[in-house]
């Protein structure tokens, strides 16, 4: 029956505790508490527990009761079909508790859905089934015929395991003449039968004397042991050997080696020879201690010869008699009180475990519940537990030596997916000796993370007339949950671009994200779009998260740069630029301005001198188009130059265009008329805009010796011309912020720039206003106000205004 028990409870009802609930208890009531017979019946009713727990009879099956005992016998069991609490194996009260007056089993009643722990304390009541005995049936014993009447000799005593009135209460002796009996109790409140002459005896008269000796105890009914005494009549032996005190207590430590000394008697006889010889031996002594100690006949040593364990025998009483060679002997009582030491580590038993927990169980959901044993006693016995993981987990003590087991914080199965948490426990003794287990904790996911893409923003770049079917680019989604919460679907938001569904644009694959463009595309009729493609996961619910993709088409080089001042005519010359006698080197002659309808590197625009008469007297920034005066003018009346400068773009292959300007030095403005005048009439044809133009230009250079003697005067400092490309890039050159990024390579930048053009022939009063993208610029209108330009190469993106 035992064995079935626990098997049952082992495989079978602990496994359904660890799987099956999440929130358990412990019972902190009061214990129920039974007073019971031993020896009672199997299958008698102690108690009823659907009473005494308040429970009803319908939560028995559902519950399902069970005795936890933490001894190897269950001796109870409960009835789960009325409640009752019964008696499952036979009960012996001296087998439990030996020679204590108070016996006390301490069980603990399990309850599941939910868990609840009932401790109960059932006293064992003693009954009288037990009878005195003697340890020997036949006592022998010697008497010298000199004995004196009133002399007293030792008879071995009976015992009785019961106790209270059921233990041994007297002793009788069959009534004669010659012998009476004295029942002698010591300070331990043991009762010593001895047999007192009550007349001289006479070895010629009597040999031998046979007498019974009854040991009865208090029980009813009564019972009795008995024993024979044989007396034979011995020649004089008139003293008594005398122990020191009649009892000898003594406390050993249970981790005391074999063969250790535990106590030497030592009886004294005042006879000599013979009759003063003492020997020593186990009046009464149980089998439980004949297996523990020993003792030398003569010398009166006790040793132990077996192991001592405080768990096991507390205590062990015996008896030791001294009998000289007369045959008159005395009796003393041993009492060896085993001392426990710390020699029992703590055992740690799984009661319950969730496992896996989900991550969103809030702190304080209970994990385990663990039950702590220590067989020691004491400070030795006293147990305190802690975890590893103190951060995530705490471990708090609850009742009867269980521990909870719970979250102390939020999980997340992002970070730790699972954890090794190790319980040590340490007892109170000295060495301390502790005990580990380790539990190993899985944490469930839950979908509560996001997809999310490895880029905040998408931007592609294609070039224009891509064929249909072509796959663009790759958008990637990761998620940091497990399985179907980290399985991700991809999509495009429906948009319309133009009115057009972008789905006409544009298709994805949704597993691995691949974009695929569903047409050719244009660039001069579409330059860019967007759209948002979301990735959504598995999980229930599903989570999802949107990103945006940019599409940037890319322009070939095929506009060549517009050169927008000097205005060339029909023939591809410009009218005259006036210089004055007084002007030195580094004087700003004119600026020529140019754009490109293209973009990017296609745009990026740079001045060369064509064609020039003297290298060395003119010289113009490559970048910003000004032409200055590379040295002081030849000191001549009249000088009159004509160049030509070449504007080219920076795209593969380079586009470009040229102007012709016309170049008098002279003293006044005055002077330069009548050179004027004879290019008009050399002119095969001159139209009414070119006068006008002229007429312009001869006003704007009055102007400008105007503004250049007062700005001499003001600021009294020479003009420097720009040497290299960073003043081109402070001073002239058009920085940008590109609706699609720039991409450094060989190719052109993805998008032109629309900016108004602000003309006068000073540098410093020149700029350009750069305004936000266009779309669909015609190139033939690249000389109103809202143009494009192309910025490449290595060139800055900020978009400004800057003065040329």
Known sequence: MESEDSSSIDSMAWQVLFLCFTLFSVAASNPLHYSIPEEMKINAAVGNLVKDLGLTTNELEIRKLRIVSHNNRNYFNVSLENGNLYVSDRIDREELCGSEQICVMDLEILAENPVNVYPVKIEIQDINDNSPTFFKNLFQLGISESASPGSRFILGNALDPDIGTNSLQSYTLDPNLQFSLKVKTDTEGKKHPELILAQSLDREKQKQYTLILTASDGGNPLKTGTACITIVVQDANDNYPVFSQDAYRIHLNENSPLGSLVLQLNATDEDEGSNGEVTYSFSHMSEKVNNVFSMNTETGIIRTKGELDYESAKSYEMTVEATDGGGLGAKCTVIIQIEDVNDNAPEIMLASLSNPIPEDSAPGTLVALIHITDLDSGRNGEVTCQISETITFTLTPSSNNYY??????????????????????????????????????????????????????????????????????AVYASDRDDNENAEIIHSIINSNIDNIPVTSYVSINSITGEIYAQRSFDYEQLREFQFQVMAKDSGSPPLSSNVTVRICIIDKNDNAPKILYPSPDTEGSALFEFIPHSAEKGYLVTKVIAVDADSGHNAWLSYHLLQVPDPSLFN????????????????????????????????VPSLSSTVTLNLVMAENFQQVVPEIRRQLNNSATVSNTTFYLVIAIGLISLLFIVTVLITVIAKCRKTHS?????????????????GCPSEISDTSLPFPFSYDVCVTLDSKQNEIAYLKPVQNVPTENLIDTDDSVIVGGNMPTEQVTQKL
């Open 620 to 651: 113009i920034g490559q970048y910003t188009g000004e032409i200055r005066i590379g040295r002081d003018l030849p000191d001549t009346e009249s000088l009159r130059q004509k160049l030509v400068v070449l504007v080219k773009d920076n795209g």
């Open 722 to 738: 720009p040497t290299s490309f960073d003043a081109f890039n402070r001073n002239v050159y058009p920085q940008f912020t590109l």
């Open 404 to 473: 909870k087991l719970v979250t102390a914080t939020h999980l997340d199965r992002e970070k730790n997916s699972s954890y090794n948490i190790t319980a040590i426990c340490e007892d109170g003794g000295s060495p301390q000796m502790v005990t580990e287990k380790i539990m190993y904790i899985v944490i469930f996911d839950i979908n509560d993370n996001f997809p999310r893409f490895d880029k905040p923003i998408y931007i592609v770049y294609t070039p224009e007339h891509t064929q249909a079917g072509t796959a663009l680019h």
